[in-house]
């Protein structure tokens, strides 16, 4: 029986037929193998993409509900020093009036008094908050931008990418870039406040939000390889305008961090902010309030509803663009104050103890009548008590100015 088997078997294989049909099948079979175990690296290259954007996501969230508890942190700060002068001051009321007289009740009346001054004053500089971010917090803006890096000859720096179109990573993990890459653009994205300081169009910020690249220790060390920053774009956000506005470059200060650009109003109703002309509205001691965007994006989506910061994370990753937008659709743009108090004033900055940080930079700080008396733009992270800010006559001076 085994023998007539293999006799067959032969005869078969001496058939030119048969051989190709077993030369395809085999053929096939490899294929079909090389095809699983592409498919299957192809799932766990997936696989890992995917929970590579699940982890920045869930950091993401973590930043924002960090950002959600500061904000509500100074808040409470304030009501609670609010509420304590109050219990004092009905504790010094009760004590005056059972004094037996002389220099108890003269002693209790000046606590009373000082107590008295402090609850005007704390309840004043709430109520200063409240009005400008009401009559004039529309018109501070949201700038995001985007820039590129090129040589000489014009090329940009692209993503170097793999066969399967992934980045190709270098020693330290970081993205391989390269003027030869075939990858997309290698893109550098940035986040600032600007404000309206005129109804012309005239839009205040500081020159590293104009120009991120200034004074970048990357940028810098690009520029010696002869690499220069180029600018791909810049948009302003405005609260309740659900569209991004585009800006463009009106004059950049050569001798301090400030830089003006120009938006198409179009009719829309964007309150311009009332400037201090005079140059004597800023006054050591005096309260002061910061509007911005600190940390960006983080603080917008800390003061949203949890489900809808959710549906925007859900809907766009965490791509900044696409994430501004949807808030932008949504009407949810809109800036944070700090308040605190002017600790000295020089002829070239505004030392204040708001807090602050990065993505407030080019944001107005008023003063308690409302008008804006600098630009800031600097901290020092190290002292929470120390902010930066340019008097608002370097800006007057470049809106004066012609067009660069």
């Known amino acids: 029986m085994i023998a007539v088997r293999d006799m067959?078997?032969?005869r078969l294989l001496e058939h030119k037929d048969f051989r190709v049909a077993l030369a395809l099948v085999v053929l096939a079979g490899t294929g079909l193998v090389g095809w699983i175990y592409h498919l299957n690296h192809q799932v766990g290259r997936l696989e890992q993409a995917l929970h590579a954007a699940e982890e920045e996501r869930r950091n993401f969230e973590g930043r924002v509900e960090g950002e959600r508890r500061r904000t509500e942190a100074?808040?409470?700060s304030l009501e609670n020093r609010i509420e304590r002068s109050r219990q004092r001051e009905e504790d010094l009321r009760r004590r005056l009036s059972e004094a037996a007289g002389g220099s108890e009740v003269?002693?209790?009346s000046g606590e009373l008094h000082q107590v008295r001054s402090r609850l005007i004053t704390l309840e004043a500089e709430r109520a200063v908050g409240e009005r400008i971010i009401r009559d004039y917090g529309r018109g501070v803006?949201?700038?995001q931008s985007s820039y590129a890096?090129?040589?000489a000859e014009g090329r940009p720096l692209r993503y170097r990418v793999d066969g399967s179109g992934e980045k190709v990573r270098e020693a330290d993990g970081s993205a391989a870039v390269a003027v030869d890459g075939d990858g997309p653009i290698h893109s550098v994205e940035a986040i600032g406040t600007g404000f309206l300081a005129d109804r012309r169009g005239f839009v205040v910020?500081?020159?590293h939000v104009v120009e991120p690249w200034w004074k970048n220790d990357v940028a810098d060390a690009l520029a010696k390889n002869g690499y220069h920053a180029r600018l791909l774009a810049m948009r302003a956000f405005f609260p309740r305008i659900r569209e991004a506005l585009k800006l463009d470059l009106h004059r950049v200060s050569s001798n301090v961090d400030l830089a003006v650009l120009r938006v198409d109003l179009k009719g829309r109703r964007i309150p311009a902010l009332p400037l201090d002309v005079t140059g004597r509205g800023a006054i050591a001691g005096q309260p002061i309030v910061v509007v911005g965007y600190p940390t960006g994006l983080e603080a917008i989506l800390a003061k949203t509803d949890g489900s809808v910061v959710q549906q925007?994370?859900?809907a766009q990753g965490t791509n900044n663009e696409r994430i501004t937008e949807a808030l932008s659709r949504r009407g949810l743009i809109r800036p944070s104050t700090t308040q605190g108090h002017i600790g000295d004033v020089t002829s070239t900055d505004i030392v204040f103890d708001a807090a602050t940080t990065q993505g407030g930079s080019g944001g107005p700080v008023f003063n308690?009548?409302?008008?804006?008396?600098g630009v800031e733009y600097a901290m020092l992270p190290q002292f929470a008590g120390n902010s930066y800010g340019l008097p608002i006559r370097y800006a007057l001076e470049l809106i004066q100015s012609p067009r660069s």
């Open 8 to 10: 067959l078997l032969s």
């Open 74 to 76: 100074n808040r409470e």
């Open 312 to 314: 925007i994370l859900s």
């Open 106 to 108: 003269r002693a209790l």
């Open 205 to 207: 910020t500081n020159r």
């Open 149 to 151: 890096f090129y040589d």
């Open 141 to 143: 803006c949201l700038i």
């Open 368 to 373: 308690k009548y409302g008008h804006v008396v």
